[in-house]
């Protein structure tokens, strides 16, 4: 019988499987512990900081929607929101303020881009850097701005005043829907301004040279050589400036617009005017669907134009 001190030792066992790549007739070497789970760890803080401040308040907006004020849950407060006439007039006033104002950003936006990025005169950089700045401005303070100008009782009103000695001036078009619209237009176009300049900082001033000795005329370079080159910027700033008209509340709000109730100004009418609880997070709800299906459709839209 064999001695079992000769006999050779069974291998040690590792707490993880030796990797088999390297050199034949070297010792495997041990394989290094997976970060899989390290990952998972530092993951985990992150997401319990986004569960607790967001999703779930958005869990208790949504549960609330379901329960009526008699109590249990059903789908009532969806039908009295969504057959009501206020709501409808609201989706409609919020959707084509949102569509109007961005199509004004479009404009304004990539005219002033064009200027900026391509006329040579001076205090352009000046300009670029007080849009820059511009970026973060509150909403409420451009409205107030405007109503200083042309309220009721705003300078442009009280030069009217005090040159014909009317009883009143002609501006009072700041609290109508076309004032919320001038005013979300002036605070949001620089959210199409910024990505044209960067797209316009990277266009070759070859083809804009080659297209104007072969005599193409100013309008003609913009539309065959610039525009193409600024889809995707005008994709992108679009697209949020879209979905920020949708969710604005404090221009409505400053403007004085009684007359103009979006879906944000419904929500709070029916939650601090009204007590109606269940109504303002079934609109709530509503508002939420519509930013987040137009945040997505921006997301592929920018990703397939390169943005």
């Known amino acids: 019988m064999a001695d079992p001190t000769l006999l050779p030792a069974a291998p040690a066992q590792l707490p993880y499987p030796a990797a088999r790549s390297g050199p034949p007739g070297e010792p495997a070497r041990p394989r290094p512990p997976t970060r899989g789970r390290t990952r998972a760890l530092w993951a985990l803080p992150p997401l319990a900081a986004l569960g607790l401040l967001f999703l779930y308040p958005l869990y208790l907006v949504v549960r609330q929607s379901f329960q009526p004020e008699e109590g249990g849950t059903s789908l009532a407060p969806y039908t009295g929101v969504l057959g009501s006439a206020a709501f409808r007039e609201a989706l409609l006033t919020t959707v084509w303020l949102a569509l109007a104002a961005t199509a004004g950003c479009l404009l304004l936006g990539f005219l002033l881009a064009l200027i900026i990025a391509f006329v040579p005169m001076p205090g352009t950089r000046a300009l670029a850097r007080f849009i820059d700045v511009f970026l973060s401005f509150p909403s409420f303070l451009v409205t107030l701005a405007l109503v200083f100008v042309y309220g009721t009782v705003g300078m442009a009103n009280g030069v009217w005043i005090g040159a014909t000695g009317a009883a009143e001036g002609p501006f009072a078009f700041l609290t109508t829907p076309w004032g919320v619209l001038l005013a979300e237009i002036t605070y949001f176009t620089p959210f199409v301004v910024r990505p044209l300049l960067a797209a316009f900082a990277h266009l070759e001033t070859a083809q ?72 303002a997070c079934v609109v709530a709800v509503v508002n939420i669907a519509l930013s987040v299906g137009l945040y997505a459709l921006y997301r592929v839209v920018s990703r397939r134009a390169g943005a």
């Open 208 to 279: 804009l040279e080659a297209a104007s000795s072969l005599g193409a005329r100013p309008l003609r370079i913009v539309r065959t050589v610039i525009l193409p080159e600024a889809l995707p910027a005008l994709a992108a700033g679009g697209g949020l400036v879209l979905v920020m008209c949708l969710n604005e509340f404090g221009i409505v709000l400053f403007t004085g617009a009684k007359g103009v109730t979006t879906l944000p100004t419904l929500v709070y009418g029916k939650a601090i005017l009204e007590s109606d609880y269940p109504g």
